[in-house]
Nanobody
């Protein structure tokens, strides 16, 4: 089980950009896949993007074309570049180690503590 620490959250205006980072303690290459989830206040946690250890990526429909997930195995980091942000992207964002290639909460092995993203209109 990997230890995960996110950073990079903050407040940005609608249309702006942010890049989230997740530092992984342990060998990120050992993970079947890594993912980003988010949880808006008062709502359920949902999958945002996933990258498998072969580099194949999956995105939620609501972020396709705006967000890019990447991993650097040499630096043991997972990143999420977010562009064209909308107020509805406001949420706590979580890094996650996955046990398979599904982008579901039930497939998560370990969670980071989260980083808040707030998009103002």
């Amino acid at each position: 089980q990997l230890q995960l620490v996110e950073s990079g959250g903050g407040s940005v205006q609608s249309g702006g950009s942010l890049t989230l980072s997740c530092v992984v303690s342990g060998n990120i290459a050992s993970a079947v896949s890594m993912a980003w989830f988010r949880q808006p206040s008062g709502k359920e946690r949902e999958g945002v993007a996933r990258i498998a250890n072969d580099g194949i990526k999956t995105y939620a429909t609501f972020v396709k074309g705006r967000f890019t997930i990447s991993r650097d195995n040499a630096k043991n980091t997972l990143n999420l570049q977010m562009k064209s942000l909308k107020p509805e992207d406001t949420a706590m964002y979580y890094c996650a180690q996955m046990k398979n290639r599904q982008l579901t909460v039930t497939s998560v092995v370990s969670w980071g503590q989260g980083t808040q993203v707030t998009v103002t209109s």
